[in-house]
């Protein structure tokens, strides 16, 4: 089965529930409000971003959201896999594990930039004459999605050893946004907290991302040394989180609780 196959698979699904498409963009589109009509008031007080604190704050939002789609998106469609009674077909079948991963995520990718794409012509109506700077954009999505994969295929290892995803992607979801600079600038965390700031994915992400836009980066190095945090975040990474996942999945089978959940 290959990604093309996936798409066409979960497009499917997904066009049944339209209503819970539109309500989806409806709420967001809300959630962005709020921030929209709180710039007025920071804005005037001190804002401690750089930069327009609506765009920033914006920026950090639709983005974190994309970048956080790899990290539940690989636990979630193993979940209904499983639900679908389909998981053991998968993944007995002779394929490359890390295609097969790819391939369940694919479609969630696909629209989660589709998504993006409508919030950034929104961002053009509401602030026009916004900065773009396409390469350094570009540059900070692929590494962040890259890098987020790599935490979403261990937590669909964990998911795999022991059955219970939710807590473990309810906790890296909450801390990565917290400790990410979506919401406020990790300068103004404590020394520990703000160290591990330093060791967040989406901190360096979103620091290429928002300079993309014009905006500071905010990150706690160089640039520079973002982009090398994420490579080799990603490098090393996924070569650790395919065996993890690959040795979650031989013990499944030999326990024969594949299709448990």
């Keep these: 089965m290959n990604i093309f196959a996936f798409i066409k698979r979960d497009f499917q699904i997904e066009k049944n529930y339209k209503l819970a498409f539109f309500l989806k963009l409806i709420g967001m589109f809300l959630y962005i409000s709020i921030f929209y009509f709180m710039g007025f008031w920071i804005d005037r007080r001190g804002n401690t971003f750089g930069g327009s604190f609506f765009v920033n704050i914006f920026i950090g939002i639709i983005f974190a959201n994309l970048l956080l789609i790899p990290l539940n998106c690989f636990s979630e469609s193993l979940r209904k896999e499983q639900l679908f009674g389909t998981a053991e077909n998968l993944f007995l079948a002779p394929a490359n594990n890390l295609g ?10 696909l629209f989660g930039v589709i998504e993006t794409l409508f919030y950034l012509a929104a961002l053009y109506l509401i602030v026009p004459g916004t900065a773009f700077n396409a390469p350094r954009l570009l540059l900070g999505l692929v590494l ?9 295929i261990l937590s669909a290892s964990f998911i795999l050893a022991f059955k ?18 979506v919401f406020f600038p ?5 020394g520990w907290l703000y160290r591990l700031a330093s060791l967040n994915p989406i901190t360096h992400a979103l620091g290429l991302i928002r300079t993309g836009f014009g905006l500071p980066a905010m990150t706690p190095a160089p640039l520079r040394n973002s982009v090398i ?3 080799v975040f990603s490098i090393l990474g996924l070569i650790f989180a395919v065996k993890m996942f690959d040795k979650a999945l031989i013990y499944t089978k030999k326990t024969g609780g594949l299709g448990k959940y």
């Design 164 to 181: 219970k995803g939710d807590p473990v992607n309810f906790l890296m979801n909450a801390g990565l946004t917290l400790l990410g600079g």
């Design 229 to 231: 945090f994420l490579l």
């Design 186 to 190: 990790i300068n103004v965390l404590p």
């Design 100 to 109: 097969l991963l790819a391939g369940s995520c694919s479609y969630a990718l």
């Design 144 to 152: 962040g999605l890259t890098s987020m994969s790599v935490l979403g």
